[in-house]
């Protein structure tokens, strides 16, 4: 039944098909699978989109995008099928004895991984892990596997959830992809990736905070060779270390003034090759901080509706890596008032009744052993969420520019970049005024986060969004097409596991940390428990 078709026989096939004389015309074809609600992918769903897509041309603007999508619908649905075929494949290919004593349970023979990679023209090791992950669809992930034939979730999205759960049980596997699938079909695999994170802390938070360690021991600074003369300087820190650590770059390059002609990239690299050879010190960039006043800070985002670079307080213009005279000022950071790092704890976790998973704002979720440790040195500064819509509470202003405190709430409540798909920092956007000012007001429902790309997107023509009450932005693209972008969701997540008994584990050494901003969803009068 798989043997090819002689090409003479493929074209009287193509012939007969366009002489049909009942055959209906192309846009017929496409409204008709447009009327059928999106059908399920299949082969016949295939046959009918190759009949409605031949001539492009013919094709409006919406029909383009419609059928675009289809057509990665159907090839999910032809990656799960052939998922289910190696899955057969590989149980019809057993290991031996000694295979299976080598490899564990599930192990298949040593040389099925070979008839595929010659089938498919891959490598053995390509072969291997297909093979090993269609088994694991079929077995332990069916859920996803049925969503990937239904053409909900792509090949990547699949993926992402087989590398997230592979080191967990099954009976965990399971209860981390039963979280995650409702809304991986609404978002890129990114954001899919973020929510893997959470999803696997949620179920095995001992495992994280004991992951966590072990990978905390492996932290190292490498340089890496480079093209024409470059070198990389690569360092694996604790998360928060690193976001502070490129935060306070961020603020000493914003500090250099807008007629620094260097990129913000290039000043950080400058800053930092000068910062670690001696040539600046950190004592001289920071000079009389301690004396600046914290309410005059800039918020480093000089105009809401505009790229955020602050007006900076320094008078230098950095010398760059090689360059310097040792006579410049010292950079100095663009508001050094303002707090480096937040952090959003729930309050159930940070008094230790139980693992919730907890926020490092631009990072993502991080263990709760790591929030307390990061809590024990912190300042804190209280935020409170509504714990029935997870969202973080409004306080609005009404000035043109929004001040510190309300651009530090409104990037603490979007996490990233409100259109749909961007997982772009909200620590690197731009505050922009869904309803221009002064029509609409400079408070937090009228406020979003929005990467450059997607700022200047949302002024051009044929674009528009709407931002709801609740949080959630609506946008139309120019073919009229409707997609929406959800406030981050800090709600608690449900049917954690009884917390276990501990006490035999050393009390972590609490992590030393400064310029935090502590963030509790808890009752906003419970004092810190440190």
Same mark, same amino acid.
């Given at each position: 039944?798989?043997?090819?078709?002689?090409?003479?026989?493929?074209?009287?096939?193509?012939?007969?098909?366009? &002489?049909?004389?009942?055959?209906?015309?192309?846009?017929?074809?496409?409204?008709?699978?447009?009327?059928?609600?999106?059908?399920? %992918?299949?082969?016949?769903?295939?046959?009918?989109?190759?009949?409605?897509?031949?001539? %492009?041309?013919?094709?409006?603007?919406?029909?383009?995008?419609?059928?675009?999508?289809?057509?990665?619908?159907?090839?999910?649905?032809?990656?799960?099928? +052939?998922?289910?075929?190696?899955?057969?494949?590989?149980?019809?290919?057993?290991?031996?004895?000694?295979?299976?004593?080598?490899?564990?349970?599930?192990?298949?023979?040593?040389?099925?991984? &070979?008839?595929?990679?010659?089938?498919?023209?891959?490598?053995?090791?390509?072969?291997?892990?297909?093979?090993?992950?269609?088994?694991?669809?079929?077995?332990?992930?069916?859920?996803?596997?049925?969503?990937?034939?239904?053409?909900?979730?792509?090949?990547?999205?699949?993926?992402?959830?087989?590398?997230?759960?592979?080191?967990?049980?099954?009976?965990?596997?399971?209860?981390?992809?039963?979280?995650?699938? %409702?809304?991986?079909?609404?978002?890129?695999?990114?954001?899919?990736?973020?929510?893997?994170?959470?999803?696997?802390?949620?179920?095995?938070?001992?495992?994280?905070?004991?992951?966590?360690?072990?990978?905390?021991?492996?932290?190292?600074?490498?340089?890496?060779?480079?093209?024409? @003369?470059?070198?990389?300087?690569?360092?694996?820190?604790?998360?928060?270390?690193?976001?502070?650590?490129? +935060?306070?770059?961020?603020?000493?390059?914003?500090?250099?003034?807008?007629? &620094?002609?260097? @990129?913000?990239?290039?000043?950080?690299?400058?800053?930092?090759?000068?910062?670690?050879?001696?040539?600046? #010190?950190?004592?001289?960039?920071?000079?009389?901080?301690?004396?600046?006043?914290?309410?005059?800070?800039? !918020?480093?985002?000089?105009?809401?509706?505009?790229?955020?670079?602050?007006?900076?307080?320094?008078?230098?213009?950095?010398?760059?890596?090689?360059?310097? !005279? @040792?006579?410049?000022?010292?950079?100095?950071?663009?508001?050094?008032?303002?707090?480096?790092?937040?952090?959003?704890?729930?309050?159930?976790?940070?008094?230790?009744?139980?693992?919730?998973?907890?926020?490092?704002?631009?990072?993502?979720?991080?263990?709760?052993?790591?929030?307390?440790?990061?809590?024990?040195?912190?300042?804190?500064?209280?935020?409170?969420?509504?714990?029935? *819509?997870?969202?973080?509470? &409004? =306080?609005?202003?009404?000035?043109?520019?929004?001040?510190?405190?309300? #651009?530090?709430?409104?990037?603490?409540?979007?996490?990233?970049?409100? *259109?749909?798909?961007?997982?772009?920092?909200?620590?690197?956007?731009?505050?922009?005024?869904?309803?221009?000012?002064?029509?609409?007001?400079?408070?937090? =429902?009228?406020?979003?986060?929005?990467? !450059?790309?997607? =700022? =200047?997107?949302?002024?051009?023509?044929?674009?528009?969004?709407?931002?709801?009450?609740?949080?959630?932005?609506?946008?139309?693209?120019?073919?009229?097409?409707?997609?929406?972008?959800?406030?981050?969701?800090?709600?608690?997540?449900?049917?954690?596991?009884?917390?276990?008994?501990?006490?035999?584990?050393?009390?972590?050494?609490?992590?030393?940390?400064?310029?935090?901003?502590?963030?509790?969803?808890?009752?906003?009068?419970?004092?810190? %428990?440190?």
């Amino acid at each position: 039944m798989f043997d090819a078709v002689p090409p003479e026989e493929t074209d009287e096939v193509s012939r007969m098909l366009a &002489d049909a004389p009942d055959w209906p015309p192309l846009d017929e074809v496409f409204d008709a699978l447009v009327a059928a609600g999106r059908p399920a %992918p299949s082969g016949w769903l295939a046959l009918e989109l190759d009949l409605a897509s031949a001539d %492009p041309g013919e094709l409006a603007d919406a029909e383009l995008v419609d059928a675009v999508a289809d057509l990665d619908r159907v090839a999910s649905w032809a990656a799960a099928r +052939q998922s289910r075929l190696l899955a057969e494949f590989a149980r019809r290919r057993p290991a031996d004895p000694r295979d299976v004593a080598a490899q564990g349970p599930g192990a298949v023979s040593r040389w099925a991984p &070979d008839e595929i990679a010659l089938a498919l023209s891959v490598s053995r090791l390509t072969a291997g892990q297909r093979l090993a992950q269609a088994r694991r669809l079929t077995e332990t992930l069916p859920a996803t596997l049925d969503a990937h034939e239904a053409g909900r979730i792509d090949a990547t999205k699949v993926r992402a959830i087989c590398d997230a759960t592979q080191h967990l049980p099954d009976e965990q596997a399971a209860r981390v992809q039963d979280r995650v699938l %409702p809304a991986a079909e609404r978002q890129s695999r990114a954001q899919l990736v973020a929510a893997l994170r959470r999803a696997v802390i949620a179920v095995d938070p001992d495992g994280a905070n004991d992951r966590h360690a072990k990978a905390r021991l492996d932290r190292r600074v490498v340089v890496g060779e480079e093209t024409e @003369g470059m070198a990389s300087l690569w360092a694996l820190l604790a998360a928060p270390d690193a976001l502070a650590a490129h +935060q306070w770059l961020t603020r000493l390059a914003r500090g250099l003034g807008a007629e &620094d002609p260097r @990129g913000m990239d290039a000043r950080r690299a400058d800053l930092l090759a000068d910062l670690l050879t001696g040539r600046v #010190t950190s004592r001289a960039a920071t000079t009389d901080l301690d004396c600046a006043d914290p309410g005059s800070a800039d !918020t480093g985002s000089a105009d809401a509706d505009t790229a955020g670079t602050g007006t900076g307080t320094g008078t230098g213009t950095g010398t760059g890596t090689g360059t310097g !005279t @040792g006579e410049a000022a010292p950079p100095r950071p663009v508001d050094p008032g303002k707090p480096l790092v937040q952090v959003v704890v729930p309050h159930s976790a940070l008094i230790g009744a139980d693992e919730q998973p907890c926020d490092l704002v631009g990072y993502g979720p991080i263990p709760a052993d790591l929030a307390r440790q990061i809590a024990a040195d912190a300042v804190w500064k209280r935020l409170v969420t509504d714990p029935l *819509s997870g969202a973080l509470l &409004d =306080h609005g202003r009404t000035t043109y520019r929004p001040p510190a405190a309300l #651009t530090d709430f409104v990037r603490a409540r979007d996490v990233h970049c409100r *259109s749909p798909l961007c997982r772009r920092r909200a620590l690197d956007s731009e505050l922009d005024h869904t309803v221009p000012y002064p029509l609409g007001p400079t408070a937090a =429902h009228n406020l979003t986060d929005g990467c !450059t790309l997607h =700022h =200047h997107e949302k002024h051009s023509p044929g674009w528009s969004v709407v931002q709801h009450p609740d949080g959630r932005l609506t946008w139309t693209t120019p073919t009229g097409h409707r997609y929406t972008s959800d406030p981050f969701d800090y709600r608690p997540e449900p049917d954690l596991p009884p917390r276990p008994s501990r006490q035999a584990r050393p009390a972590p050494v609490p992590y030393r940390h400064v310029d935090l901003d502590w963030t509790s969803r808890g009752d906003p009068q419970d004092p810190p %428990p440190f």
